[in-house]
């Protein structure tokens, strides 16, 4: 069974950094979009940053610049990096990935369980 596993949540202060990172396991063939989205609390989940499988990168207005996604295609992970963090950006940030499995043409979509990020001084 393919899972998605994110590490690296915490709390800092604002103006601080921290890098979130998100590993596939499973049986995996190849592995299109990854991404990472956010829900803090009483919002709806929302896009933060996405790759594709070109490294086509795409990000939410309110993090551009600040935030950077990226990807390390032979361990089937990816990395998000987040600088000049804001009290507005903590949330529960979640990974999610189009997975293909060996001998199965339907791709799956993917979510990791959510790691909790908390910008407070």
């Known amino acids: 069974q393919v899972q998605l596993v994110e590490s690296g949540g915490g709390l800092v202060q604002p103006g601080e950094s921290l890098r979130l990172s998100c590993a596939a396991s499973g049986r995996i063939f190849r592995i299109y979009a990854m991404a990472w989205y956010r829900q803090a609390p009483g919002k709806q989940r929302e896009l933060v940053a996405l790759?594709?499988?070109?490294?086509?990168?795409n990000y939410a207005d309110s993090v551009q610049g600040r935030f950077f996604i990226s990807r390390d295609n032979g361990k089937n992970a990816v990395l998000l990096q987040m600088n000049g963090l804001k009290p507005e950006d903590t949330a529960v940030y979640y990974c999610?990935?189009?997975?293909?499995?060996?001998?199965?043409?339907?791709?799956?979509?993917?979510w990791g369980q959510g790691t909790l990020v908390t910008v407070s001084s």
């Open positions: 790759i594709n499988s070109g490294d086509r990168k």
């Open positions: 999610n990935a189009d997975i293909q499995e060996p001998a199965v043409a339907n791709v799956l979509n993917v």
